[in-house]
């Protein structure tokens, strides 16, 4: 034992499991103890190694410094250079500089130099890390004028209404059946001084992206010594986090929560082997069974490598404060405590961890919510949530072929890029999980972890977005994976790293990175927000009484920031999809028997992108009606700016103003 | 007491305070949004995260701003659902919360 700690001090980057395999010594028995023991005992730490990466540079390590901090210049200074108003279908990669580009690249280069060289440098690789986190998901804050994402105004509607009235309404919005995380940004918006959440929205990529780095630390170490692979998995997050689920929202913060929850059950409450019972541990599978699923049935039972055992009063505070955690997922969102549940069921139901009771609880809690405080909701929306239960491809159908077939060809290259890309990560992934099955490697509970979250595409569609999700949950098990396809041998420590080895580190990242910039930012296009768009809505507002009838010339206006109750928002997409192909009076005529009398209707350079872009509709469809508007008597232009144009409905009153 | 033991509970402690003092003295304070959120992201869930002993730095971190960010919404919504929603009351409970942690820290460290 006392060799092994040795070795292991010496060696901060060997596996655990690859130490037991060479000792000859099958994992379960006697030194698996032991070794938990010496985990324990505080003799080994599975977390970041010590300090001794902070030591006077060589020529190499100062390189893998000077490196990505010169890549982080360059960047920085080529942001000055990007005119998002050039921007065409594709993107923001159609307005990108080449120096970005070209910084992005020498900052993968320098990670895996760095990761490749002999001696760990943790310190480095972590403003790798932070680098690329900032360049990958700061940008467009930086090249844009405003907050991004249309709905970012509407979540800014539901804090600055918290903030106002001090209360939720949930006839008002589904979202206010699930408030806690608009409560806790009212909360936060007000005692930092701010009068919306619109003043740092702009930054929650960043921040969320900083904050995932913990949690999946935390996961993979708790699978893995191997230090290589564990930044390498980090790594890869981040070049495929394309998502876009990180912006101001509740599922940004929640999927935060769930990687806390999973981190907390691996790395404190996973099943010692000792701890199995005893009776369970002598059971003996029939021999009627073939070798190939009795030996699919002992790996299904095998130990988890890595158990960090810790007092009865610290497990119950783990635990205590995980419940906790979870009572934000309930509060918060309504989808998210279901991909917890699933997750932790899975472990339960497979005896990975324990408590045997937290997936009831976890159920209890959310069922009590969904009882007692959602009703609201649930009453009008029984069948949006229950409709699509069981229709496994008509959810599969909205969330992937149907991206793919409608809209403008260039986004429809877009949505294709990115399911490319989606098989492209998970077929590293079942590539590098048998590799570390053929090694040896105990990998059940993280197969189970990257398969748990599928079976919620039988339950619900979520809108066509439940496949993005499950994409987003899987994610971090599955970039493991395919980050173990190059560190899954048995070594003890990378004396020389094989250059074929290096290459296809290299080639695998320029493949996920090129990808990035059409997955990511492949609908920017539609998603940014200008601040002619902005103030055109600013004056809608300032000039449109209460009560009024605002109607958006399509989806995606950056609106109901403010006065969330106020002001009915209706969208022609919804009211009348088909407006582009009829004449000025139908459209004069539904407006009309909505029975209001103060109507307006606001075109944005938004609106437009989304209707070109998703729907389809010819670029200048949009521009076509407001020149029938401008020409007919039933409308009144009263704002105009370079990005949005506001009419007044005028039809009623025949030249009533506002 | 070592250097470990107590630079977490001042830490908190300073914080707490400047929290408070710019939320209440010195509203205009240009550092107020970072002073504010540092406190609200990290402290009330760093205070109960020394107690619980972890020994790695990473999961003392990552615990203690998902505790943060739960206590300080939970607080907010039941505050909220009780009818009684008063921001600069819910960031004096915090704040309360926290000196008491690092005060008790504090004391339960001298004595061992």
């Known amino acids: 034992m006392n060799l092994f700690k040795l070795k292991y001090k010496q060696e901060s980057d060997m596996s655990l499991v690859d130490t037991l395999k060479i000792g000859s010594t099958p994992l379960g028995q006697q030194s698996d103890i032991q070794l938990i023991d010496t985990l324990k005992m505080g003799s080994i730490q599975p977390g970041l190694p010590g300090l001794n990466s902070l030591k006077l540079p060589k020529p190499l390590d100062a390189i893998c410094v000077l490196l990505p901090l010169f890549a982080f210049f360059l960047w920085a200074i080529s942001l000055q250079h990007v005119s998002v108003y050039d921007m065409n279908d594709l993107g923001l990669i159609s307005?990108?500089?080449?120096?970005?580009?070209?910084?992005?690249?020498?900052?993968?280069?320098?990670?895996?130099?760095?990761?490749?060289?002999?001696?760990?440098?943790?310190?480095?690789?972590?403003?790798?890390?932070?680098?690329?986190?900032?360049?990958?998901y700061g940008t467009e804050n930086l090249i844009e004028e405003a907050p991004r994402f249309a709905v970012v105004y509407r979540h800014a509607g539901y804090a600055e209404y918290i903030m106002r009235t001090g209360t939720v309404d949930p006839n008002l919005d589904a979202y206010f059946s699930w408030p806690g995380f608009f409560v806790l940004s009212a909360f936060v918006t007000r005692v930092a001084g701010y009068q919306t959440i619109l003043s740092y929205a702009g930054w929650a990529p960043v921040f969320y992206n900083l904050i995932y780095f913990g949690p999946m630390y935390m996961i993979f170490t708790s699978?893995?010594?191997?230090?290589?692979?564990?930044?390498?998995?980090?790594?890869?997050?981040?070049?495929?986090?394309?998502?876009?689920?990180?912006?101001?929202?509740?599922?940004?913060?929640?999927?935060?929560?769930?990687?806390?929850?999973?981190?907390?059950?691996?790395?404190?409450?996973?099943?010692?082997?000792?701890?199995?019972?005893?009776?369970?541990?002598?059971?003996?599978?029939?021999?009627?069974?073939?070798?190939?699923?009795?030996?699919?049935?002992?790996?299904?039972?095998a130990p988890d490598p890595l158990c960090l055992i810790v007092q009865p009063w610290q497990r119950w505070a783990l635990l205590t404060s995980l419940i906790v955690v979870f009572g934000l997922v309930v509060f918060s969102h309504p989808l998210t405590p279901f991909f917890v549940l699933a997750s932790v069921t899975t472990m339960v139901v497979f005896r990975r961890c324990h408590p045997f009771w937290l997936p009831i609880l976890m159920a209890i809690m959310t069922g009590a919510w969904l009882f007692f405080m959602t009703q609201a909701f649930l009453a009008g929306h029984s069948n949006m949530v229950l409709g699509n239960f069981g229709a496994v491809s008509s959810n599969i159908s909205s969330s992937v072929t149907?991206?793919?077939?409608?809209?403008?060809?260039?986004?429809?290259?877009?949505?294709?890029?990115?399911?490319?890309?989606?098989?492209?990560?998970?077929?590293?992934?079942?590539?590098?999980?048998?590799?570390r099955l053929r090694k040896g490697h105990q990998d059940i509970t993280y197969i189970l972890l990257a398969v748990a979250p599928f079976p919620l595409i039988v339950a619900q569609d979520y809108g066509g977005e439940m496949f993005l999700r499950v994409y987003l949950f899987t994610l971090p098990f599955m970039v493991f994976f395919a980050a173990a396809l190059f560190y899954s041998k048995y070594r003890l420590v990378i004396r020389k790293t094989s250059p074929w080895m290096t290459i296809a580190i290299i080639v695998t990242n320029l493949v996920l990175l090129g990808g990035f910039f059409f997955t990511r930012y492949g609908n920017e296009y539609m998603d940014y927000m200008t601040n002619a768009e902005v103030d055109s809505v600013y004056y809608l507002?300032?000039?449109?009484?209460p009560n009024s009838l605002l109607i958006a010339g399509w989806n995606d206006t950056p609106w109901q920031y403010k006065n969330y109750e106020k002001y009915t928002c209706e969208s022609l997409a919804e009211i009348l999809p088909d407006v582009v192909n009829l004449k000025v009076s139908k459209l004069a005529q539904v407006i009309s028997s909505q029975r209001n009398p103060h109507i307006y209707l606001l075109f944005t350079r938004g609106e437009k992108a989304q209707a070109h872009l998703l729907y389809g509709l010819p670029n200048d469809a949009l521009d076509r009606l407001e020149d029938a508007m401008l020409k007919s008597e039933e409308f009144k232009q009263i704002y105009s700016?370079?990005?949005?144009?506001?009419?007044?409905?005028?039809?009623?009153?025949?030249?009533?103003?506002? | 007491?070592?250097?470990?033991?107590?630079?977490?509970?001042?830490?908190?402690?300073?914080?707490?305070?400047?929290?408070?003092?710019?939320?209440?003295?010195?509203?205009?304070?240009?550092?107020?949004?970072?002073?504010?959120?540092?406190?609200?992201?990290?402290?009330?869930?760093?205070?109960?995260?020394?107690?619980?002993?972890?020994?790695?730095?990473?999961?003392?971190?990552?615990?203690?701003?998902?505790?943060?960010?739960?206590?300080?919404?939970?607080?907010?919504?039941?505050?909220?659902?009780?009818?009684?929603?008063?921001?600069?009351?819910t960031l004096g409970i915090l704040i309360g919360f926290c000196l008491i942690g690092a005060i008790i820290q504090i004391g339960k460290f001298k004595t061992s």
């Not at chain 1, 120096?99 to 990761?115: C, G, N, Q, Y």
């Not at chain 1, 002598?282 to 049935?297: E, G, I, K, M, N």
Request: aromatic content about 14%.
């Open chain 1, 641 to 658: 700016n370079r990005d949005a144009q506001i009419f007044i409905f005028v039809g009623n009153t025949k030249g009533g103003g506002s």
């Open chain 2, 1 to 89: 007491m070592t250097r470990s033991t107590w630079l977490w509970p001042a830490i908190i402690i300073v914080s707490a305070l400047a929290a408070g003092l710019v939320n209440f003295v010195i509203p205009e304070a240009v550092g107020r949004p970072i002073i504010v959120m540092w406190f609200l992201f990290v402290c009330p869930g760093m205070v109960l995260v020394r107690f619980f002993r972890l020994e790695e730095p990473i999961s003392q971190w990552t615990i203690a701003i998902a505790l943060s960010l739960s206590i300080d919404a939970l607080v907010a919504g039941i505050q909220m659902y009780a009818g009684r929603w008063f921001p600069a009351g």
């Open chain 1, 223 to 301: 699978i893995t010594t191997n230090k290589r692979l564990v930044w390498l998995a980090l790594w890869f997050f981040y070049l495929t986090n394309w998502i876009a689920q990180d912006y101001f929202s509740p599922q940004g913060l929640n999927f935060f929560l769930y990687l806390v929850i999973i981190a907390i059950l691996l790395t404190w409450f996973k099943i010692a082997p000792k701890a199995k019972p005893h009776k369970r541990q002598h059971w003996q599978f029939p021999t009627r069974f073939s070798p190939s699923v009795s030996w699919f049935l002992s790996w299904l039972r």
């Open chain 1, 95 to 136: 307005v990108l500089s080449p120096k970005i580009i070209v910084a992005l690249v020498i900052l993968m280069f320098s990670f895996v130099l760095t990761l490749q060289q002999p001696q760990m440098r943790v310190s480095v690789l972590a403003l790798h890390i932070v680098l690329v986190i900032i360049i990958l």
């Open chain 1, 402 to 435: 149907s991206r793919t077939s409608n809209g403008d060809p260039q986004h429809q290259f877009i949505a294709l890029t990115r399911i490319i890309m989606t098989g492209f990560i998970w077929v590293l992934a079942f590539i590098g999980a048998v590799r």
């Open chain 1, 541 to 545: 507002y300032s000039i449109a009484p």
